[in-house]
Structures are given as structure tokens and as C-alpha cells.
């Protein structure tokens, strides 16, 4: 069974910073990639930034290219994604995912990242 759960979300004026982190457990420290996804209301599910498990490449979304970083904790078996220069369309729920290199099979619950104009 694989476990992750999300934390630090919260409230943040525009050009802020937050840090999520995103536990695992279970056999997620295994997979070949892990990645964050955020959904804002009203529209679907996008993915953020992805990082590959076994050598820390990363992928991210055009939006957050210069102003996120995701890097992972092997030891720790944990995932982050420090946001910076924040902006009111960072607005949503940060998911953590997990997966293969075809698709995510894993998904924490959510936690909310509200960025305020």
C-alpha cells in the first residue's frame, strides 16, 4: 500500500513563498517518478513539476519555470516544492502524485495553496 500526504499549504500575499512537502510510505520510494499537480476551481487537474526518483531529473510546467523547484529526500523518502514570486493564478489544491513513467498511480489528498492579489 502507498501512502502520501501532502503539508504546507496555507494563505500567501502575491510575490510570497510557500514549501509543500509530500510524505511517502510504503513502496512509493520506489517508483520511477514522483510529481505535483494542482487543480484551481473551475478547472481541470495540470501538472506542476515532476521529478524522476533514481536521479533527480525534473520537469516543470511553462507557468512555473524560474519560480518552483521540486526536489526529492531519498532518505527521507519525501518530495518538495518550494513556490516562489507566487501569483494569484498559483491559486488551487497541490496534489502529490506518484507513478511510473506512463502515468501517476498514486495521489495524496490535497492541500490548499491560496495566493491573494
Known amino acids: 500500500q502507498v501512502q502520501l500526504v501532502e503539508s504546507g499549504g496555507g494563505l500567501v500575499q502575491a510575490g510570497g513563498s510557500l514549501r509543500l512537502s509530500c510524505a511517502a510510505s510504503?513502496?512509493?520510494?520506489?517508483?520511477?517518478?514522483m510529481g505535483w499537480f494542482r487543480q484551481a476551481p473551475g478547472k481541470e487537474r495540470e501538472v506542476v513539476a515532476s521529478?524522476?526518483?533514481?536521479?533527480?531529473?525534473?520537469a516543470y510546467a511553462d507557468s512555473v519555470k524560474g519560480r518552483f523547484t521540486i526536489s526529492r529526500d531519498v532518505a527521507k523518502n519525501a518530495v518538495y516544492l518550494q513556490m516562489n514570486s507566487l501569483k494569484p493564478e498559483d491559486t488551487g489544491v497541490y496534489y502529490c502524485a506518484a507513478g511510473s513513467a506512463v502515468t501517476f498511480n498514486y495521489w495524496g489528498q490535497g492541500t490548499q495553496v491560496t495566493v491573494s492579489s
Open positions: 521529478i524522476r526518483w533514481s536521479d533527480s531529473i525534473t
Open positions: 510504503g513502496r512509493a520510494f520506489s517508483s520511477y517518478r
